[in-house]
């Protein structure tokens, strides 16, 4: 298990990486990455990435909301807190603008299972949160209940949610939701994505699931 430090470096870093890889801009966005069975790391609200530092991460319990840090944690900070709450299994979240799930966000379209990589690493399906008002508590509900069985949902409105066992899984479901938005988009031209069997879209995201169990919880 990382120590407390390990887990700040981590998530500094991923936030540089958030946006290397253009999954934000500015200072949209936030992750954070579980510490222990009550503490998690949070990066801060309303600051750039590029300027993070490890003294910028916050330490919150996400069972009593009490935080420490040199500044304020991002206002997203309920949602990462009831994942982690009702998510044993994830260690890591990252909230996102990426470009093309916050297009099929905006029309709030589910993605059905029309891509194997999809179907493995987020479930059988992008579900959309229904649209809701900002750090509130009906977002923080919409949003869990349109991640259930999966590792990313579609905000309505808004931009897309992505969980990992650890960060770099995380990761790779924001690459994947991407790549997923996309084909969905440009597959309407053709006359409409073709979705994979749901039955097999649940076989191989279980497999996926179990095959990869022994994932290490950070890194």
């Given at each position: ?132 008002l900002p750090n509130t ?83």
């Open positions: 298990m990382s120590t407390e430090s390990e887990v700040k470096s981590i998530v500094c870093e991923a936030g540089k990486r958030l946006l290397r890889e253009n999954l934000v801009s500015g200072t949209w966005g936030n992750l954070s990455m579980r510490v222990d069975s009550s503490n998690m790391i949070i990066t801060p609200s309303g600051m750039p990435y590029e300027e993070l530092t490890l003294n910028d991460m916050v330490a919150v319990n996400y069972l009593t909301m009490d935080w420490i840090g040199l500044r304020k944690p991002s206002s997203e900070l309920k949602l990462h807190a009831e994942i982690y709450r009702k998510r044993k299994e994830i260690n890591a979240v990252i909230h996102t603008h990426q470009i093309n799930a916050s297009t099929v966000a905006a029309a709030q379209r589910e993605v059905p299972p029309i891509l194997d990589d999809m179907v493995q690493i987020i479930g059988p399906s992008v579900k959309v949160a229904e649209y809701a508590k009906k977002i923080v509900k919409n949003t869990i209940k349109a991640l259930y069985g999966r590792n990313a949902a579609l905000m309505a409105n808004h931009g897309a949610v992505c969980i990992g066992r650890n960060m770099d899984e995380a990761f790779l479901v924001c690459q994947v939701l991407e790549k997923a938005c996309k084909a969905f988009i440009e597959a309407e031209f053709l006359g409409g994505a073709k979705s994979i069997n749901k039955f097999e879209a649940w076989i191989m995201h279980e497999y996926y699931l179990r095959k990869y169990s022994k994932i290490q919880k950070q890194g």
